[in-house]
């Protein structure tokens, strides 16, 4: 409503409308219903819904060529060496609905959590969901600004992790810089992130084209960046953001979904489509969505379905 009321309560005939920092996309829903705007765009980063976390936990419990125990943070984990040392103090960046971050605070030797998301959804969700103990905080800001929006994170941290966070936005340059200045020195990174092709979002590029689609998804943009070059080349961008030694690889991650219904709820807490989409076509989107990725990923149409995400990990040290 406010938004509304910002705008002075009057829409034209014709009206074409960003919602910027649409969170939720309530709002946005709210103003494309209204019968005089034609269309709505607001880029969502990823809203918490009953199908989000299962979605995270699956990412992470299937690894391929890996064997790590723990759900999520599994590999982040590992790839910090794969031991907390006494006294670690960890930031999340990207923390989302925090399950991570409560995964690292439950370790005994880990003496504080933050996790970090530019989602004010997310914080609160990831609050209401995980007030486990005082080990544990959960704060609102963007990793490229971290240090300029909260001072108090500066040399901070001795190690810092973030899983599928760094692919949803462009300027990774700056998130870098930001992370190595919340790190005291000899502190240890460890970032997760979606690599060259995904197929979330090349399902997202073919809807755009989408006969019965495109004139709604005219200008969506979904958000993802996935880093062109290769983890060598990644490696040494890394070093140049305030790091000494600096590790980069890329592997497959694959994600397991159980059933159509699963994979659906998932998919509706992550498609920033379904914001410009009025909620009563939102089952037609998402059907036609999943036909789209069911025939990028060649599905033999059982109700399991498998697919991969190619990923790059870096591990990088200040
Ligand atoms: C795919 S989710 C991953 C969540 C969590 N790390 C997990 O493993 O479940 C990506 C998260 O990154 C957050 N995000 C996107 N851009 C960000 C930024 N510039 N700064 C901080 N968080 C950001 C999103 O809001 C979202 O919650």
Request: neutral net charge.
């Given at each position: 409503m406010q938004t509304l009321t910002l705008l002075d309560g009057h829409w034209k005939d014709g009206d074409v409308v960003l919602n910027v920092?649409?969170?939720?996309?309530n709002e946005t829903i709210m103003i494309v219903e209204m019968d005089n705007v034609s269309s709505v765009i607001g880029n969502v980063y990823a809203a918490p819904c009953a199908g989000y976390t299962p979605l995270m936990q699956t990412f992470g419990t299937i690894l391929s060529g890996h064997d790590f125990e723990q759900p999520t943070s599994g590999y982040t984990l590992a790839l910090s060496d794969g031991h907390w040392k006494d006294g670690d103090v960890v930031l999340d960046v990207g923390c989302g609905t925090g399950d991570e971050t409560k995964l690292i605070a439950e370790m005994d030797n880990v003496s504080s959590v933050i996790g970090v998301d530019i989602s004010p959804q997310m914080i609160e969700y990831a609050k209401t969901q995980h007030v486990i103990s005082k080990k544990v905080e959960y704060i609102q800001g963007d990793v490229c600004r971290l240090v300029e929006e909260h001072p108090q994170l500066s040399n901070h941290f001795t190690k810092v992790v973030s899983f599928s966070c760094f692919n949803w936005f462009e300027n990774q340059k700056d998130a870098l810089k930001n992370v190595s200045a919340c790190l005291s020195d000899g502190g240890e990174c460890a970032i997760h992130m979606s690599y060259k092709s995904n197929p979330v979002h090349d399902a997202n590029v073919q809807m755009n084209r989408h006969e019965q689609w495109k004139d709604q998804l005219q200008g969506f943009n979904d958000g993802l960046y996935l880093y062109p070059g290769s983890p060598a080349e990644f490696a040494e961008v890394v070093k140049t953001c305030g790091f000494t030694d600096v590790k980069c690889y890329s592997d497959d991650v694959i994600t397991k979904m159980h059933s159509t219904e699963d994979m659906k709820d998932s998919f509706r807490a992550i498609l920033g489509q379904l914001n410009v989409i009025p909620p009563n076509q939102h089952e037609d989107f998402l059907q036609d969505w999943l036909h789209v990725f069911d025939k990028i990923n060649s599905h033999d149409g059982s109700e399991t379905r498998i697919y991969n995400i190619p990923s790059l990990f870096v591990w990088a040290r200040k």
């Open positions: 920092g649409c969170g939720t996309g």
